[in-house]
T-cell receptor, first 113, second 108 residues
Framework: DAGVIQSPRHEVTEMGQEVTLRCKPI?????LFWYRQTMMRGLELLIY????????DSGMPEDRFSAKMPNASFSTLKIQPSEPRDSAVYFC???????????FGQGTRLTVV | TQLLEQSPQFLSIQEGENLTVYCNSS?????LQWYRQEPGEGPVLLVT?????EVKKLKRLTFQFGDARKDSSLHITAAQPGDTGLYLC????????FGAGTTVTVRA
């Protein structure tokens, strides 16, 4: 397996624009996590899914953020409208079982200007 | 909400020296994981500890889990520049929550 695949690797957008980040988890993994990483706040869990169902979205900062998992092989994180304070590296991770090893993608570096 | 505290925040040492980083929780861990993150990459799992008092060794890395399962340490013997990175502890019960991490720099 190629591991967790995220796209794009880098995204630069203007404030107010919609941004969509994409993730393909490892095949067969039942858990998918979205994180945001900044120097100030570290690695923050935004939302996680189990079997394509959102289980805990308490980390989603505002209504401007939304995440979907339409099937077992694809998830999106959308920010609309984007703001400069959303600039961060966004990671997607997947794991086979609860409490198991989490495999991370290489992240998407988002810059909102 | 469980709070994970890691210390120190930064650590810079010379190649060949030993180092220890710590992870403490406000409540009991169900299980604890240590990850290392290198610049430009996502975190990678080093070890999972489950049982209080458990000690695991991975080459030059030694992981200890406190008897009460509320704290853990990672000790690196004879550190090498390749050990440079951000070391993160995580509680992986229902969701994978991370501490702020310790940034380790090993100078050649």
């Amino acid at each position: 397996d190629a591991g967790v695949i995220q796209s794009p690797r880098h995204e630069v957008t203007e404030m107010g624009q919609e941004v969509t980040l994409r993730c393909k988890p490892i095949s067969g993994h039942d858990y998918l996590f979205w994180y945001r990483q900044t120097m100030m706040r570290g690695l923050e869990l935004l939302i996680y899914f189990n079997n394509n169902v959102p289980i805990d979205d308490s980390g989603m900062p505002e209504d401007r953020f939304s995440a979907k998992m339409p099937n077992a092989s694809f998830s999106t994180l959308k920010i609309q409208p984007s703001e400069p304070r959303d600039s961060a590296v966004y990671f997607c991770a997947s794991s086979l079982v609860r409490g198991g090893e989490a495999f991370f993608g290489q992240g998407t570096r988002l810059t909102v200007v | 909400t469980q709070l994970l505290e890691q210390s120190p925040q930064f650590l810079s040492i010379q190649e060949g020296e030993n180092l220890t980083v710590y992870c403490n929780s406000s409540s009991v861990f169900s299980s604890l994981q240590w990850y290392r993150q290198e610049p430009g990459e996502g975190p990678v799992l080093l070890v999972t500890v489950v049982t209080g008092g458990e000690v695991k060794k991975l080459k030059r890395l030694t992981f200890q889990f406190g008897d009460a399962r509320k704290d853990s340490s990672l000790h690196i013997t004879a550190a090498q520049p390749g050990d440079t990175g951000l070391y993160l502890c995580a509680d992986n019960d229902y969701k994978l929550s991370f501490g702020a991490g310790t940034t380790v720099t090993v100078r050649a």
